[in-house]
């Protein structure tokens, strides 16, 4: 319960409407608490007083007094429940807002679908908290209080009769509901079992027909299909006595009153008017008292949810600007240096980077080399600060770069990663992703660099082209080069490629690396890739392996060497000589 | 583009459709008609009530009469308790007929697409067809277990509500109801407003939900060009308009309840004045007056359950047009009428001038003709594109051919029985397809012919005993389960070892190319080896050894066979084999020796 809490602050924020709303609520629920004592007057009337004035008089009243409360309740959702739309706005602008200061290993360590449910389905829970929550709560709560006073105004004894069963409806709302929750949970896995089978047997079809076992598939799946259908069942049989039982009891109380009532009218100690006020506020009261059960349920899953909730919204932003940071800094010229840096993922994780020193003049332009796992991406996400360092520290300019506000630093790098992520949006706004405003110019020149208008066209719409779902498929080389025309645009300081050009084909990527030697004269850049054209020409090589460099120099330095870069590159000089065979 | 067919909604009756669908109730007819006759008398019992009030108050307690007065409240528990105990076996019962309904048709659409031919799994995406299987089928549920029979039960529930009225007093009947009419048009237009207006509230949860979905997996690239501030803004303006949607649809729900209020209690003031009046003249005594204040509180409920049915329906007539047309599919690959048997077979394979399109006439083979000797291990090398798949695939059938013939044992594959045919063939996929289940399972594919020691006698042979005994279930390890994942070469053995207990007069493998470590690599070599024993064996070589220990090695260029021999012969020619050798396979030996 103490999770549900931490709304007060979205609450207080709205406060004023929320005030608003519990007053409408008084309003409204004066107007139909009146209603049946105007509907005792006019039987009483017809009882003994015969007038047709009265008649009129109260039957107008009661339209009157109908009309007042509808207004109230009217108002009531247009505040309260439009609140309810408020917080779960506020709460998914928080949610989001803190999701997007969370560091790559946040992403790592939690997938799509999870980080989803919490927006979608755990925001929608504690909604149901409070708008519907709240409203019917309050509501009921001072409904019943009004009621339960004037029905015992009238008789006690009746009173004590007629709600003896609504405490049981209650309870059994309540513990119905907690039921129906459950089998409807299991429900679900069942149908997510169904939906197992199917997708396993639709994409094993070459299996299941080569090995001629299609009937014993349509077997399992008719034997999970009747599981299911045993737990819907189950289900069915907990609805099918919930309604029943819902108006069993209701209909006792007003029977009670009826039998108990109809007994004191020959008494002469009731009036008829009064047996029949008594009637429709038990009428009143069986809503009121449904709801409690369901409230409590709500409550129930909205805490359980908000729990959830709170553990993302505390997950710590690691990566972030603090004290040391310094505010003058807003601009680097781009000297990169190493300083004995090594890093791991967590704490007894094995180091990946292990006493890495290097120096990147700018303007100069440095290659890494290195097998599967050496550490080759680790080092250049450390740059502009993916994960920050575990030892040594990284300097732009002699700057360490935790000192460099963190949207400065970014700002000047152009990074280009191993897996490219294009938006579905037009190719156009992604190029100029990391710019504020519409370039065309930017936009030809960009995409001159990357050779990306050799494609042009290939694109329907130019520039305009919608990519993703909604659009077209971009070739993965289309792709890269796309995302290096983002990071062009940028106009960057430093260049980091990250295995760019593995996906385009060698002429096309010797064109793009001749447009980056004049593009990059005065920039740092830092390129890894498998491929020796793509590298033989920077000032230095690195050879990462086992996150520690093991060779440096030029490309004739490291050839002399006769290492592991001498290696890699007669095995592509073997390789395009079998291509140029076939 | 599966988004936007499955969204499509169209009309909510369809004569055609409904007939069909009404083809599966069938096997259910008495359930029907029995549970319309229930509703028929179930829904008198409501009604009933406030007559029998109209008893008790104007029979009874008007002349003191307290033994008459038990009697009536003693009738109305007895109908109360009736009516509840019916509603229990009316609910109960058509809803396992519905439940019943949607299993036949869930296995209908699953046999269905087991049989479909594979040139339909290649162009449909598997999530359209789990979507039939499924959501589609489970949409359908509400109208068989609900829509059609409580269709009925409102109806008659309002007939008889008229019926006591108009018995009871006509005239005070006709004023009472002159709300009715307000009622009916303001729930079918609220039901139309919310309608659209949920369809306004979907689109924009939907573009909220593709946006956080789209922006996590993007997180990097935001966080790397500083734009967090900019992508913040979008999220609020796609947060915002989801908002807005929703504010718009409560101001339905805030104007309908209370206007619904508003028009029951008018009835009820109409009664008073109307009625009371007629009362007060001695024409209508006051439990008229009292039974007609509670059936004005009866009439709400039928009338909104109707007005939701139209959306019930819309929604099932748009699956079940989805699932006929998936029904009505009839890509089979078609068996003779008369069937050639195929009881054993010596392996002896033959293609005579066979020519394959997977459309029209884009051929992937040219004329292609070769003849394997029972026994003989053939490997097909080539590069991507080749023609290599084709060949398996037509071998089992799995598509038809469109020129020449295919013979095993001398017999045209086209005149037996496709599932004969392939009970004689194994095949082993290049990725290996595990099914839910034990590793037990997952060998012997739970077949009754296949017993639990060939099963670990296969495994043995393999080689995959050593590490499937090291399983904490061993042969019974779930093979999906967290923490039991299996490694690439573990599964491959598994497929191997299911190919040799399914024991065929043929094999086919199709070689993984993925790289694995030596010791597995090692493994896997010698499990090809015994794969291959003493039987008829096509190979999609990868492997250097595999080929070397081939009898005969088909060359595939561009669809067809250029060139066929033996290593040594082929490598001699210096031609396309040559070439491949010096690409794909010379590595292999360089590594071996080293």
Known sequence: MHELKKLNKYFLRYKRKLFLGILFILLSNLGQVYIPLLLKDSIDNLTSGFSYDVLLDKALFIVGAAFFAGIFRYLIRMTVIVVSRDIEYDLRQDFWSHIQKLPLRFFQNNSVGNIMAHATNDIGSVRMFVGPAVMYSIDTGTKLIVIIAILLS??????????????????????????????????????????????????????????????????????????????????????????????????????????????????????????????????????????????????????????RLTVFLNEPVEIKNNELTSYVINDYSGDIEFRNVSFRYSENFPLVLDGISLKIKRGSTVAIVGGTGSGKTTLLNLIPRLYDVSGGEITIDGNNIRHIPLDVLRRRIGFVSQETFLFSDTLKRNILYGLDKDNDSEVDKAAEISKLNNDLDNFPKGYETILGERGITLSGGQKQRTSLARAIAVNPRILILDDSFSAVDTNTEEAILRNLREFMKDRTSIIVSHRISTVKDADTIFVLDNGRIKEQGTHEELIALKGYYADLHYKQLLEDELKELS | MEQKDDEVLGKAYDSQIMKRLLGYVKPYKRYVVLAIMLNVLVAALGPLRPYLTKLAIDDYIAKADHNGLLVISLLLAGSLVFQAVMQYFLTYYTQLMGQKIIYDLRIKIFSHIQKLALRFFDKTPIGRLVTRTTNDVESLNELFSSGIITVFSDIFIIVWIFIFMFTMAWDLSLVTLSVLPVLFYATFLFRRKVRESYRDVRYHLARLNSYMQEHIGGMSIVQLFSKEKREMGNFSSINNAHKNANINSIFYYAVFFPVVELLSSIAIALIIWYGGGEVIQGTLTLGVLFAFIQYTEMFFRPVRDL???????????????????????????????????????????????????????????????????????????????????????????????????????????????????????????????????????????????????????????????????????????????????????????????????????????????????????????????????????IVIAHRLSTIQNADKILVMHKGEIRESGTHTELLAQKGIYYRLYQLQYKDQEITRSA
């Open chain 2, 307 to 537: 007005s939701e049915k139209y959306n019930v329906m819309q929604t099932a007539m748009a699956s079940a047009e989805r699932i006929f047309k998936l029904l009505d599919n009839e890509s089979f690959i078609k068996n003779p009428l008369n069937p050639k048997p195929l009881p054993v077979v010596n392996g002896e394979i033959e293609f005579r001038d066979v020519w394959f399109a997977y459309k029209d006439d884009e051929y992937v083979l040219k004329n292609v003709s070769f003849k394997i000797e029972p026994g003989q291990t053939v490997a097909i090398v080539g590069a991507t594109g080749a023609g290599k798949t084709s060949i398996i695939n037509l071998l089992t059938r799995f598509y038809d051919i469109s020129r020449g013939q295919i013979l095993v044992d001398g017999t045209n594959i086209a005149e037996v029985d496709k599932r004969e045919l392939r009970r004689h063939i194994a095949i082993v996929l290049q990725d290996v397809v595990l099914f839910s289940g034990t590793v037990k399972s997952n060998i012997g594919l739970n077949s009754s012919e296949i017993s639990e020691e060939q099963i670990i006698k296969a495994a043995e042979t393999v080689g995959a005993a050593k590490f499937i005994t090291a399983l904490p279930n061993g042969y019974n390890q779930e093979v999906k389960e967290k923490g039991a994942t299996l490694s690439v070469g573990q599964k491959q053995l598994i497929s191997f070892a299911r190919a040799l207990a399914y024991n065929p007069q043929i094999l086919i493998l199709d070689e993984a190319t993925s790289s694995i470590d030596t010791d597995t690599e090692i493994l896997i070599q010698k499990a090809i080896e015994k794969l291959l024993e003493g039987r008829t064996s």
């Open chain 1, 154 to 307: 009238t008789s006690a004894e009746l009173t004590f009769y007629s709600l003896l069963p609504l405490p049981f409806l209650s309870y059994f709302v309540y513990r119905l509901s907690k039921k129906i929750h459950i089998r409807f949970m299991r429900i679900q896995e069942k149908f997510s079992d169904l939906t197992t089978k199917a997708q396993e047997s639709f994409s094993g079809i070459r299996v299941v027909k080569a090995y001629v076992f299609e009937d014993r598939e349509i077997e399992d799946f008719s034997e999970i299909s009747r599981d299911y259908m045993e737990k819907n069942m189950a289900m069915v049989k907990i609805q099918a006595y919930f309604q029943p039982i819902l108006f069993l009891i209701a209909g006792l109380s007003i029977i009670i009153v009826i039998w108990a009532g109809g007994n004191k009218v020959i008494a002469g100690e009731l009036s008829l008017g009064e047996i029949s006020a008594f009637i429709v506020y038990l009428g009143m009261l069986i809503w009121p008292v449904i709801a409690f059960g369901w409230i409590t349920n709500i409550i129930q899953q909205a805490s359980a949810s908000m729990k």
